[in-house]
Nanobody, 127 residues
């Protein structure tokens, strides 16, 4: 399984970015993709999750109403649209996936549930 993120960059506060995570190598269709982020000197934190099996979604409280996760199944790509960005959103963003099919979203925030990780993409929001 390979996960490749793209779309990071430098943006001013209030701006938008769209991150992409292209997934390959899964032997099943009902995989799920989560987004996590890690800022310098801080622990990795959960951001959002999309579950292909039942179209469940999850958002961490600080991004609700600003970030939207979606999937283009034909392209095996999950997007994270980030609007109204704040300087505190600055971090390296990673997409990740469990190694087996998942349903529902209660499990999404727990990084130990994920087996595969991308290399990360830097998001910097200037004030």
């Amino acid at each position: 399984v390979q996960l490749v993120e793209s779309g990071g960059g430098l943006v001013q506060a209030g701006g938008s970015l769209r991150l992409s995570c292209v997934a390959s190598g899964f032997t099943f269709d009902d995989y799920a993709i989560g987004w996590f982020r890690q800022a310098p000197g801080k622990e990795r934190e959960d951001v959002s999750c999309f579950v292909r099996g039942d179209n469940s979604t999850y958002y961490e409280d600080s991004v609700k109403g600003r970030f939207t996760i979606s999937s283009d199944n034909a392209k095996n790509t999950v997007y994270l649209q980030m609007n109204s960005l704040k300087p505190e959103d600055t971090a390296v963003y990673y997409c990740a996936a469990p190694g087996e099919a998942q349903y529902g979203s209660d499990w999404c925030p727990y990084s130990w549930r994920y087996d595969y990780w991308g290399q990360g993409t830097q998001v910097t929001v200037s004030s």
